[in-house]
């Protein structure tokens, strides 16, 4: 299978126009991902990050069925370590250092602004890509709001009700809802598409409750590769369907659920040699760390005791926890937060194996309004459990009235997310009214979209037909 191989006309696309020629692989990528290999997470299986042959060749699962994680040294650029300086504290100054560059562009060059990403600033962590083959918008820099009731000042008071609704001191809420396009995926879209185009790919293709679609249309777009996602016909909020087909995405809706798309879009790359950017795909998840490296950062990398998120297809558990465990390694903090998933109870195969201590996988038929999280059988189940037991995390379920009351929180904060948010702000009210997360631990929550997702599930909808007359009389009564 060659990954560039998409069922067109070689040099052409969809619309039968002549495309630029697919970039080949550089002596600068094979040197650069020559130090990087994959690891079965179920065997310890161990494999090249790119398959020896004449056609790179991707691989996203372990010949026992696992699925891949990246495996990597991290090096530290030479006048950034020294040994004159304590632990961790040369990565510290290089990433502090890149934070505060203004992004600035060279008139009449193509030189990318990497520090300016949220992602990319932390390379040496994420992915060893060649400038050049970097596809980025800039990503990540998303806003970390002070929401407790201790550490949200007097200028913020609709933000503190949040930390009075969860019942926390000190709260803070990463919104990854400021994103390009709106949600976390923008972290691993970033590196998932660089990938494919070190490799050389023209086309590239995933399943998507909406987020990820949105995501991979955007990327796709801006690198002029072809963009195909695979839909379940009826379960997507509307304003993540309208962006994949503004960025020109094909957009495939199919009869049936998530896991459904999931299992025909890996057939489909397999048969068809697109490169799949699920977060099966192991270098998505590598780019997803960086809310982890991003979070520590705005911390002034103090960890805090708890993260909590919502769970889906536990890409982000499984990617937030892989940064801090190598936070920790590299001595960029002092201990490894506890990690919180948080599952919808429609939706909550992760949570029904975490209470039998995961002697079983489980897998259900997903049902809930948070339509970003409606994921059955969840594809980063095993990287997420060593993520969980590792961290003494717990797998948490809340109902959709426990969502849609949260979210209403934040909506009415100011703030806003999608359905599928406000599942982490649910979870942590439960946590601490059973006694899980102490009144005053440190707790950081994410929000993984912006609430321009779904403008209607939990949200007050105008009643039709209402208008007034243009008189201050019947502004009056209307306010009364």
Known sequence: MAINTTGLQPGKGADGENNPPAIPISSDVLSALSAVSLRCVECAALYPAVEPGSSPLPRYRCICGGVLDVEMPFNLPGSFATDDLPPGAGWRHLFDERATGAPIWSIGTDKELLNTSGVWRYRELI??????????????????????????????????????????ERFF??????NPTGSFKDRGMTVGVTMARMLGANAVACASTGNTSASLASYAAQADMRGIVFLPAGHVAGGKLAQSLAYGAQTIQIAGDFDDAMHLVEQVCNELGIYLLNSLNPFRVEGQKAIGFEILQQLDWQAPDWLVLPAGNLGNTSAIGKAFRQAYELSLISHMPRIASIQAAGANPFYRSFKQGFA?????HADTVATAIKIGNPVSYTRARRVIEESNGIVEEVSDAEILAAKAVIDRSGIGCEPASAATLAGVRKLVANGIIKHDDFVVGVLTGTLLKDSKTGIPQEASGIVIEPTIEAVRSVLS
């Open 360 to 364: 079983h996988r489980e897998s259900v």
């Open 173 to 178: 809420l990463k919104h990854e809802g400021e």
């Open 127 to 168: 992915l060893p890509a060649p400038e050049a083959a970097v596809v980025s918008r800039p990503e990540g820099n998303t806003s970390l709001y002070p929401v407790g009731r201790e550490n949200c000042g007097p200028a913020r008071a609709g933000h503190r009700q949040i930390g009075a609704y969860a019942g926390l």
